[in-house]
């Protein structure tokens, strides 16, 4: 007869391995399987949990989105629209970070994925903004915050993966993403241009013309209709966001065949090889940090962390801050998926207690989780932006704060007024 509590056996497994280094897959499989056999749960419900966690079809989405995003960055898409946007913003004070903003901002409309969008566009605009004259802390930090954006402007990998949890509707949580995260991206620039302003940080083109400016608008025509085709469709009713994924797929590869000729078949297998890789590590943080949900849940820790919760305070205002603060501090040591696995089944029934919108609520946790990929130790951003710039995490960790209070500034003006992003889908008639 086991002596060990379920709860904190498997809570404590979990952190150990963490703390030991194991990858955030692993530990959540490792911890669920181990406490399903210790306690007798029943190891044939490993199998069939593991299956239903990965077999449903919103997250079909995921492996296309992911494609489409690798396929657009081979297409030499982010090229033509980082050239729009420095024409548009010219030599102005911190133009070419608000440059690096504005790209990531558009960018997070094709790929959904942060580190994927840091890596798309910090190749072009980091060196970019380092031979200007902006210090590589500084270039590393705008490109991986903004990238943040990603996450919460729609496709979203995130949001999909909440919208499966929750049963939301993922259409609707696309577009409840849209005013938040053109809300982050103002703030960003915002922040962006009292540093430059301090520090004489410029754009980094001299001369441009309208001639110029039509001509690089022209260039990327082709690019800048991809998200209007994207989400156009979903919120038209035209297509759900699983097929929409599909079709970013075919439209990227139309891009690179057919209008920009810079794809080759050598280069399409490419892309399905790094898709392949890239989507198995996601679908695996999924399939068991499904399985450690259902443990945790028939463990009775959802029950004990609830009842903890609720004893603290009954102020939805003291818990809603409670719960953005442990989200802020679970981003700085998991990722997006695994915190949503881990947390929502806690979240939830508070959520339910409050009455809170979960379109709304969804968003917020967005946000927090698009923070977390900036702050250190698991800084899934900044990792790739350090390596683009040659920076050191330390020297990001310290130019990105002010970058992530501005985030966090936006997070309570979105906590404080809800319709922010509950506007567009109260307009548009989806519930």
Do not use: C
Request: zero cysteines.
């Amino acid at each position: 007869m086991p002596v060990l509590d379920p709860a904190l056996t498997i809570a404590l497994i979990f952190a150990v391995l963490l703390i030991l280094g194991v990858p955030i897959g692993a530990a959540l499989g490792v911890a669920a399987i181990f406490s399903i056999w210790y306690f007798g749960y029943g190891v044939g419900v490993i199998s069939p949990n593991f299956y239903a966690d990965i077999a449903k079809f919103p997250l079909l989405a995921i492996p296309f989105f992911i494609t489409a995003g690798v396929a657009m960055q081979e297409t030499g898409v982010a090229d033509k629209i980082v050239r729009l946007a420095r024409m548009l913003v010219g030599n102005t004070v911190g133009g070419l970070a608000i440059v690096t903003i504005l790209t990531a901002t558009f960018w997070g409309a094709v790929s959904g994925s942060g580190p994927a969008t840091t890596a798309a566009i910090g190749v072009i605009l980091i060196p970019a903004m380092i031979a200007a004259g902006y210090s590589r802390g500084f270039a590393g930090a705008v490109t991986s915050t903004a990238s943040g954006l990603a996450i919460i402007i729609p496709p979203s990998i995130a949001l999909i993966i909440y919208g499966v949890i929750t049963n939301a509707s993922v259409g609707t949580l696309f577009i409840a993403g849209i005013l938040p995260g053109i809300l982050i991206s103002a703030l960003l620039i915002l922040a962006t241009l009292v540093i430059a302003k301090k520090r004489n940080y410029r754009g980094g083109i001299e001369s441009r013309s309208l001639r110029d400016i039509a001509r690089a608008f022209k260039d990327a025509f082709w690019g800048l209709l991809a998200p209007v085709i994207i989400l156009g469709g979903i919120y038209g009713g035209v297509f759900t966001p699983t097929e929409a994924a599909v079709v970013a797929v075919f439209y990227s590869l139309f891009l690179g065949f057919v209008v920009y000729r810079t794809l080759t078949f050598r280069k399409f297998f490419k892309i399905l090889i790094d898709s392949a890789e890239l989507s198995a590590v996601v679908m695996f943080v999924v399939a068991f940090a499904g399985l450690f949900s259902w443990a945790e849940t028939t463990a009775g820790l959802i029950d004990k962390a609830v009842a903890g919760i609720m004893s603290i305070s009954t102020n939805p205002y003291v818990i809603m801050a409670m719960i953005m603060a442990l989200l802020l501090v679970a981003g700085m040591f998991l990722d997006a998926i695994s915190i949503f696995y881990v947390f929502l089944p806690i979240f939830m029934p508070i959520m339910a207690h409050f009455h809170w919108n979960p379109i709304w609520f969804g968003i917020l946790i967005t946000i927090n989780l698009a923070i977390g990929q900036v702050t250190p130790p698991v800084a899934v951003n900044a990792y790739v932006a350090a390596k683009i710039s040659k920076a050191t995490l330390e020297e990001i960790g310290r130019e990105a704060l002010p970058l992530i209070i501005a985030a966090v500034v936006g997070l309570f003006l979105i906590i404080a007024f809800p319709q922010i992003a509950l506007w567009l889908p109260h307009t548009a008639g989806m519930k």
